[in-house]
């Protein structure tokens, strides 16, 4: 026969696993949209100085890096799943990572390469999955999903 006392004591701490495992998972949720779109000033930045969509490049981060929280992101600072000669490239910070894809993606664009579908033909190993998943991200992204996206500045008459 089952100790009453004993049963209750498990069921309890599978309560307080269960509780705090689910405590765990809502801090993580709200926070990640704010790694990410707390990038955004970078994220405007970089993709200005290489003439690439900065929509585009938050859709890449959130898609390759799952909103900041993959391996690579948290360990390497590499939140595109960008490659280099020994695998994935590590990056001295998240910044430096952003940068980096404005970099490339504005190198695609200068061969021509400007659509999501082209850009995923030499970026990953699957385009067609990476496409849908990538321009699923942009529609959320540009639908406020993450908060609104900051309006450029409006520039001055000469």
């Given at each position: 026969m089952?100790?009453k006392?004993?049963?209750?004591?498990y069921?309890v701490c599978?309560m307080r696993?269960?509780?705090?495992i689910?405590?765990?998972l809502c801090?993580?949720?709200?926070?990640?949209?704010?790694?990410?779109?707390?990038?955004?000033?970078?994220?405007?930045?970089a993709?200005?100085?290489?003439?690439v969509?900065p929509v585009l490049?938050?859709a890449?981060?959130r898609y390759?890096s799952a909103?900041?929280?993959?391996?690579a992101?948290?360990?390497?600072n590499n939140l595109?799943?960008?490659?280099?000669?020994?695998?994935?490239?590590?990056y001295?910070?998240?910044?430096?990572?952003?940068?980096?894809l404005?970099?490339i993606?504005g190198?695609?664009?200068?061969?021509?390469?400007?659509?999501?579908?082209?850009?995923g033909?030499?970026?990953?190993?699957?385009?067609?999955p990476?496409?849908r998943?990538?321009t699923?991200?942009?529609?959320s992204?540009?639908q406020?999903?993450?908060g609104e996206?900051?309006?450029?500045?409006?520039k001055q008459k000469?």
């Amino acid at each position: 026969m089952l100790d009453k006392s004993r049963s209750a004591c498990y069921h309890v701490c599978d309560m307080r696993e269960f509780l705090t495992i689910l405590f765990c998972l809502c801090l993580s949720c709200f926070s990640l949209a704010d790694t990410v779109t707390d990038l955004r000033p970078v994220i405007q930045a970089a993709a200005a100085e290489h003439g690439v969509d900065p929509v585009l490049v938050e859709a890449i981060i959130r898609y390759e890096s799952a909103h900041a929280t993959s391996h690579a992101a948290q360990k390497k600072n590499n939140l595109a799943g960008i490659m280099g000669r020994n695998g994935q490239r590590r990056y001295a910070s998240k910044e430096a990572c952003v940068r980096d894809l404005a970099r490339i993606l504005g190198e695609y664009k200068a061969k021509g390469r400007v659509t999501v579908a082209q850009i995923g033909r030499v970026y990953c190993t699957g385009p067609a999955p990476w496409t849908r998943s990538v321009t699923a991200h942009m529609r959320s992204i540009e639908q406020g999903k993450w908060g609104e996206l900051e309006k450029e500045p409006a520039k001055q008459k000469s």
